[in-house]
């Protein structure tokens, strides 16, 4: 994305319930061809970094502190861990990026790894990928930031030995067990 257009989103469309439900809506609309079909779902999400630094001011600012205490506050927003329901999880019913590759490797880096960086650096809108390696679907969940690499159970999935086509053409030439690239 030009980096112009980039500065435009994260200006005009920061990271917000009515933003990550209005991408939810159109990625949920415009990009079944893409992915394959696919619905909006409501879901408690976890709130980045941003959104929870404005709701921790909204708080700071409000009675908050009067009816609860001050030392109360920080306790009361660590367990909750600021979470809300929204609509803002695209529901793909089956993933043609992870049905025609076949492959986890490919799926998390390629797809899933590439999709959270774009819209997280160029759209400044956080999203989390969980594919669903069962029966091919996945969710996006927009508004909620991916976790790390080494947190993420998407990257503890083995390789599908008998369904990886990138396995399969490696076989065929030397057989090697995916390394997930």
């Known amino acids: 994305m ?10 005009l469309l920061p990271p917000s319930q009515w933003t990550a439900e209005l991408f939810c809506l159109v990625a949920s609309l415009c990009f079944g061809w893409l992915v ?13 970094e941003y ?7 909204k708080i700071s600012g409000g009675g908050f502190e009067n009816s609860m205490g001050a ?10 861990a600021m979470i809300r329901v929204q609509r803002s999880v695209v529901k793909i019913k089956k993933c043609r990026y992870l049905e025609a590759s076949g492959c986890v490797a490919i799926c998390n880096n390629l797809c899933k790894t590439a999709t959270q960086d774009f ?13 669903n390696f069962e029966d091919l679907s996945c969710e996006m969940i927009f508004g909620q930031e991916a976790p790390s690499r080494e947190g993420d159970e998407a990257f503890k999935q083995p390789c599908f ?3 990886c086509s990138a396995l ?11 390394r997930q690239l």
């Open 2 to 11: 030009p980096p112009l257009h980039a500065g435009l989103y994260k200006r």
């Open 36 to 48: 394959g079909e696919s619905e909006a779902q409501s879901s408690p999400i976890q709130l980045g």
């Open 51 to 57: 959104e929870s630094s404005l709701q921790r001011r």
């Open 71 to 80: 030392g109360t506050q920080e306790q009361t927003l660590q367990q909750n």
């Open 119 to 131: 819209f997280l650096n160029d759209t400044g809108m956080p999203l989390t990928m969980k594919p």
């Open 161 to 163: 030995v008998h369904h």
């Open 168 to 178: 399969e053409a490696k076989m065929e030439q030397e057989p090697k067990p995916c």
